[in-house]
């Protein structure tokens, strides 16, 4: 077993922390599958979003109702926002200043908010153009699928808070790593269903 | 100490490509949708082929897991959920396609 071997999915702490990398390898794990499970919830919603295309009952259809504009700069957002979770993960393994570290967290919390509001001002947006959950088939799957990603997004902010709160309360301990660990695995994969977001929902609805 | 900076200095270089080729990706896809250039059916095809090539980029760069490095249990639990995917998504897709073309 060298320093170097990657034993989970995500950063791995091998070179730098020996002992919290061992302990990493179950919990990580264990994640992952919930990662798993939750993609497959995901992907289940995406089918039902593909047979409800045609269900439009008359109202708004994804021409109409989808605006390429804001979809880009949310876009861009969010993969700014795992880049520097990226960072974040990086000053965490090699041992920077916790004020580092944390600026990294907050500038990722203040991407995902942005991300956040900007999506809520598109929901808005369609409601009150008459895109309602409740207008047609094919407008309930898309209030099923998307804003169950921002929600995740939701968590993922809170749990960015708390981990800005335990960060300089424990300090960088096994703990607290794992934690940081864990989330840097959940914002990432945020990211990747946002990439089957924009091209299945948004840029498919969009073709002309 | 200095292995360790080039590990560091490696791992940031891994992220930022990351991130380059997941913008190339994302504007090139945006592109080809706000300024159509090709029928409805290409556009759509290349789409779909940018999301899945930034996928793998996202899987790699940011989320660490290639063919060669990661350990086989992470990649397993990925190619067997991407069954599962696979299968659920394909079956209600032909089912209720077919449920539809019956209806009409």
Known sequence: ?208 | MTAMRNDKRREIQTYAIGLMLALAATGAAFALVHWPSFPARTTLGLVFGLALMQMIVHFQCFLHISLNRSSRDDLLLILFSTLIIIMMVAGTIVIMANLHSRMM
Not at chain 1, 76 to 100: D, H
Not at chain 1, 139 to 157: I, K, M, R, T
């Open chain 1, 1 to 208: 077993m060298s320093a170097g071997d990657v034993k989970h999915a995500g950063i791995n702490l091998g070179a730098t922390d020996q002992e919290t990398h061992k302990q990493a390898e179950p919990d990580v794990f264990g994640f992952w599958i919930f990662l798993m499970s939750d993609a497959v919830i995901f992907a289940l919603l995406f089918a039902v979003y593909g047979t409800m295309l045609g269900a439009t009952a008359g109202g708004p259809t994804a021409a109409s109702a989808y605006k390429i504009g804001p979809t880009f700069i949310e876009t861009v957002i969010l993969l700014t926002s795992s880049f520097t979770f990226g960072m974040a993960s990086i000053a965490m393994k090699y041992g920077s200043r916790l004020r580092v570290l944390i600026s990294w967290l907050a500038v990722t919390l203040i991407l995902g908010l942005a991300f956040l509001s900007l999506e809520l001002n598109d929901f808005a947006t369609m409601i009150g153009n008459g895109a309602s959950p409740t207008r047609s088939g094919f407008l309930s799957s898309f209030f099923a699928l998307v804003p169950l990603h921002g929600l995740h997004v939701l968590a993922g902010c809170l749990w960015l808070v708390v981990m800005m709160v335990q960060v300089p309360l424990f300090g960088l301990d096994a703990r607290v790593k794992i934690n940081l660990l864990r989330l840097g695995l959940f914002w990432h994969f945020l990211d990747i269903v946002w990439i089957a977001i924009f091209s299945v929902v948004y840029l498919q609805g969009l073709i002309r």
